[in-house]
């Protein structure tokens, strides 16, 4: 296992147009986070899942924005009508369930809408 | 909300310094992760601590979960240490990590 994957790793899209991104979790992790981090800024939660499940969502989750993880595996996240203001890095990550378990990281998507 | 409080902002150290990067942070706390974040985006757990210290290699972490802070020490830094390092509690009862801003740090040969 190679760890947490994300793909693509940077997107370029116009503004008004849908994307979506996928991140593969370390295989045995059933907890899988999606974050958003903007430049000079500490990342910000926007939603968990723990297996299929979606458990919490971040009010910074806007209607334009869904995430799936139909089979407890991958998850994506879409952005539909995309905005400027949403080029950032999104950030995926995951972990075992458990008191204090430890987060895994994968590489991000970049996002520039032009 | 917790508030996370990372200082310095900022840090340039020469080769071979020790250096110390602080965390608080505002709610009670069931852990803290250490995460270092290098140009191009990616991030690296280096800690997760709930109590105590940790080591491992040449980086040092300790946590005071009563007074609510956590330091990170690198020992004999090197420029391959230049990076973003950042401070993330996961608070009791919550899964999700809350992010400092960061520390960006410059090590100079």
């Known amino acids: 296992d190679t760890g947490v994957s994300q793909n693509p790793r940077h997107k370029i899209t116009k503004r008004g147009q849908n994307v979506t991104f996928r991140c593969d979790p370390i295989s045995e992790h059933n907890r899988l986070y999606w974050y958003r981090q903007t430049l000079g800024q500490g990342p910000e939660f926007l939603t968990y899942f723990q297996n299929e499940a979606q458990l919490e969502k971040s009010r910074l989750l806007s209607d334009r924005f869904s995430a799936e993880r139909p089979k407890g595996s991958f998850s994506t996240l879409e952005i539909q009508r995309t905005e400027q203001g949403d080029s950032a890095m999104y950030l995926c990550a995951s972990s075992l369930q458990g008191k204090n378990t430890e987060a895994f990281f994968g590489q991000g998507t970049r996002l520039t809408v032009v | 909300k917790n508030e996370v409080e990372q200082s310095p902002q900022n840090l340039t150290a020469q080769e071979g310094e020790f250096i110390t990067i602080n965390c608080s942070y505002s709610?009670?706390?069931?852990?803290l992760h250490w995460l270092q974040q290098h140009p191009g985006g990616g991030i690296v757990s280096l800690f997760m601590?709930?109590?105590g210290k940790k080591k491992h290699g040449r980086l040092i972490a300790t946590i005071n979960i009563q007074e609510k802070h956590s330091s990170l020490h690198i020992t004999a830094s090197h420029p391959r240490d230049s990076a973003v390092y950042i401070c993330?509690?996961?608070?009791?009862?919550?899964?999700?990590?809350?992010f400092g801003k960061g520390t960006k740090l410059s090590v100079i040969p």
């Open positions: 993330a509690p996961s608070g009791a009862g919550s899964y999700q990590l809350t």
């Open positions: 601590l709930s109590s």
């Open positions: 709610v009670g706390i069931s852990a």
